[in-house]
């Protein structure tokens, strides 16, 4: 078993139990809870200092997870699939409308939800062996600078959270890019790694 394996082993067994391990991901590190689980989503707000009114965003091992938080019907079901068959698993988060049930927090009392497939083995197979989504905020305090090496994530977090993960590819340390899918097209809400102009390509729009 490799070390990155074992680790993520552990952090699943962590957040199982309602735990918050800090991860890499291919954009930035994270802090992953279990995003189904309420009080674990409310352990995420408390680590981050993340202001109430700010959704989590989730990241997922693949579609089937996606459909466990985001509500995607008949009228955008195709544009969805075709920009997540072309950029995932990787730098584009995709904000839907949101499953029923889900904890409050998680969405910030909104009626959306922001779901990404990263292009990383650590959240990836964290959340294939969790059997659910997985929150995926940066792992920095609200308002702090995004953190570039695990000595760095160590330091100001090790104290905070319940576990961190330190194997596996470094992060490239730019954020994805968000877009919302509707029945309308696509907006964007963040531009990241991903060219808006590309994303407006793939999707047939521009």
Known sequence: MTNLQAEIDRAAECLARGGVVAIPTDT?????ADALNPAAVTRV?????RPAGMPLPVLVSGWEQAAQVAAID????????????????????L???AAPGLPERLTAGRDTIAVRMPNHPAPLGLAARLGRPITGTSANRSG??????????????GPL???IITSGPKPLGTASTIIAVSADGITLLREGA????????????S
């Open 28 to 32: 930035l590190y994270g802090l992953a």
């Open 95 to 97: 904000v839907a409308p």
């Open 45 to 49: 707000y408390e680590v981050k200092g």
């Open 144 to 157: 702090e600078a995004d953190i570039r090496d695990a000595d760095e994530l160590r330091r100001r977090l």
């Open 74 to 93: 008949e009228t955008i079901d195709r544009l969805a699939r075709k920009l997540t068959g072309a950029y995932w698993p990787g730098a584009l988060t």
């Open 161 to 163: 959270v319940d576990g």
């Open 194 to 205: 991903l060219p808006y102009a590309d994303i407006m390509r793939t999707a047939g729009l």
